[in-house]
């Protein structure tokens, strides 16, 4: 049997399932509230670019409120709880799912993935098996190679041969990241990073980590359709359709149908249907909530795209723009930028959705900002900019 929901209610499970339910910790932010936290979300995309904050620390942030991000990065980098892994895009994941995503190293290896770095890893085997020795011999940032093999031109930018022949390892599984200050990549032995229980767990089949995984990003998701799920791991999409009729056929998941979308939906039997949401938060654009854009459309009526590589002329709302959130709706949106030089937020513009009155959301968005101050570690926000409807509101 099809379940029917509404639109309002699909937008309260999804959110849910995410983790908006959750109370906000009344006291300090502590390691059980980030792992709660990476419980709900089952991965946090990397980015590099750090405008207003990086980017892995942003959905804790957004589901707890202000914390200290170098705990954050004691638990994945130090601790080794999570693991860097490509996942979504390049993640952190529990240290536990390792053994799930064997089978992407597998294919790279067998070449059916990563082609061009295969084709590089293939032109000076010699080569990658020296960097590799050096690895063994102890951690490195790629600059610490002793022949980097700097670039002249053609290949990969100004990416080293050094720096390539270490992505490929890490692909295959032959090494892992952690981080040192700076965002800076520090590569090892896998064996080194994955703990030897995690590392001698059998390796599932790539039917069932897909299974697996695919039942996680549900739970995530709260109710979904089939490419939401499929796009949370990147999963080979027509193996994944297969694996998904499986799941409804054996009762793991279950048909629904939800008001105003164009696509069936996956209901996981086990999500909360939440008789209210209430939120109050910015999110990063690489949010769980937001970053799959089809979703977003469909879930929450808000059409989203980053515009960093769009040129200025041509940007229609700003260069890194947070989505905000109140109660179960995306409201609203604010291009901001941490100045760390005068410490402090700069609001370059705000804009209500189309609908929404700017005095209102303007209202909310002034305590979302104040907790953004806070959490990136400046002294105020300030209205720097003109454009948008809320921008003159918050002034």
Same mark, same amino acid.
């Not at 109370?23 to 509230?33: A, E, F, I, L």
């Not at 941490?338 to 009155?357: Q, S």
């Given at each position: 049997?099809?379940v029917? *929901?509404?639109?309002?209610?699909?937008?309260?499970?999804a959110?849910?399932?995410?983790?908006?339910r959750?109370?906000?910790?009344r006291?300090?932010?502590?390691?059980?509230?980030? @792992?709660?936290?990476?419980?709900? =979300?089952?991965?946090?995309?990397?980015?590099? *670019?750090?405008?207003?904050m990086? =980017?892995?620390?942003?959905?804790?942030?957004?589901?707890?409120?202000?914390?200290?991000?170098?705990?954050?990065?004691?638990?994945?980098?130090?601790d080794d709880?999570?693991?860097?892994?490509?996942?979504?895009?390049?993640?952190?994941?529990?240290m536990?799912?390792e053994?799930?995503?064997r089978?992407? +190293?597998?294919?790279? @290896?067998?070449?059916?993935?990563w #082609?061009?770095?295969?084709?590089?890893?293939?032109?000076?085997?010699?080569?990658v098996?020296?960097?590799?020795?050096?690895?063994?011999?102890?951690?490195?940032?790629?600059?610490?190679? @002793?022949?980097?093999?700097?670039?002249?031109?053609?290949?990969?930018?100004?990416?080293?041969?050094?720096?390539?022949?270490?992505?490929?390892l890490?692909?295959?599984?032959?090494?892992?990241?952690?981080?040192?200050?700076?965002?800076?990549?520090?590569?090892?032995?896998?064996?080194?990073?994955?703990?030897?229980?995690?590392?001698?767990?059998?390796?599932?089949?790539?039917?069932?980590?897909?299974?697996?995984?695919l039942?996680?990003?549900a739970a995530?998701?709260?109710?979904?359709a089939?490419?939401?799920?499929?796009?949370?791991?990147?999963l080979? +999409?027509?193996?994944?359709k297969?694996?998904?009729?499986?799941?409804?056929?054996? #009762?793991?998941?279950?048909?629904?149908?939800?008001?105003?979308?164009?696509?069936p939906?996956?209901?996981?039997?086990e999500a909360?249907?939440?008789?209210t949401?209430?939120?109050? =938060?910015l999110?990063?654009?690489?949010?769980?909530? &937001?970053?799959?854009?089809?979703?977003?459309?469909?879930?929450?009526?808000?059409?989203?795209?980053?515009?960093?590589?769009?040129?200025?002329?041509?940007?229609?709302?700003?260069?890194?723009v947070l989505?905000?959130?109140?109660?179960?709706e995306? &409201?609203g949106?604010? %291009?901001?930028?941490t %100045?760390?030089?005068?410490?402090v937020?700069?609001? +370059?513009?705000?804009?209500?959705?189309?609908?929404?009155?700017?005095?209102?959301?303007?209202?909310?968005l002034?305590?979302?900002?104040?907790?953004?101050?806070?959490?990136?570690g400046?002294?105020?926000?300030?209205v720097?900019g003109?454009? #948008?409807? &809320? =921008?003159?509101?918050?002034?």
């Amino acid at each position: 049997m099809t379940v029917q *929901v509404s639109a309002a209610a699909a937008r309260r499970i999804a959110l849910g399932a995410q983790g908006f339910r959750d109370p906000r910790p009344r006291g300090r932010v502590d390691r059980r509230h980030l @792992r709660r936290a990476m419980g709900r =979300t089952q991965l946090l995309q990397l980015d590099s *670019v750090p405008v207003v904050m990086r =980017t892995q620390y942003m959905p804790a942030f957004s589901r707890l409120g202000p914390y200290d991000p170098a705990l954050h990065d004691r638990i994945a980098y130090a601790d080794d709880e999570w693991l860097e892994a490509w996942c979504h895009e390049a993640s952190l994941v529990p240290m536990d799912d390792e053994p799930l995503l064997r089978w992407s +190293k597998a294919r790279a @290896r067998d070449g059916e993935t990563w #082609g061009h770095l295969a084709k590089f890893a293939a032109s000076d085997p010699a080569y990658v098996e020296e960097v590799l020795a050096q690895v063994r011999e102890r951690p490195l940032a790629p600059g610490e190679l @002793r022949e980097p093999r700097r670039q002249e031109g053609e290949w990969w930018g100004d990416r080293s041969h050094g720096a390539v022949a270490l992505d490929w390892l890490f692909r295959v599984g032959e090494v892992g990241i952690r981080r040192r200050p700076g965002f800076v990549k520090e590569f090892d032995l896998l064996e080194r990073v994955v703990p030897d229980p995690v590392r001698s767990r059998p390796t599932p089949s790539e039917e069932d980590a897909h299974r697996e995984l695919l039942m996680r990003a549900a739970a995530s998701h709260g109710i979904a359709a089939a490419p939401d799920l499929v796009d949370y791991h990147r999963l080979p +999409k027509v193996p994944a359709k297969a694996r998904l009729a499986e799941l409804v056929e054996d #009762g793991r998941l279950i048909e629904a149908e939800v008001e105003g979308w164009n696509r069936p939906a996956l209901l996981h039997p086990e999500a909360a249907r939440p008789r209210t949401i209430d939120a109050c =938060t910015l999110l990063s654009p690489f949010d769980p909530v &937001v970053w799959f854009r089809e979703r977003a459309s469909r879930l929450f009526g808000f059409d989203y795209r980053i515009e960093i590589y769009t040129p200025a002329a041509k940007r229609v709302y700003g260069y890194y723009v947070l989505p905000f959130l109140l109660g179960d709706e995306l &409201v609203g949106r604010v %291009d901001l930028k941490t %100045d760390r030089v005068d410490g402090v937020l700069r609001v +370059k513009a705000a804009y209500a959705e189309e609908g929404r009155d700017p005095g209102a959301v303007a209202e909310a968005l002034r305590g979302a900002l104040d907790d953004l101050a806070r959490f990136v570690g400046v002294d105020e926000w300030i209205v720097d900019g003109h454009k #948008g409807d &809320v =921008t003159p509101r918050l002034r």
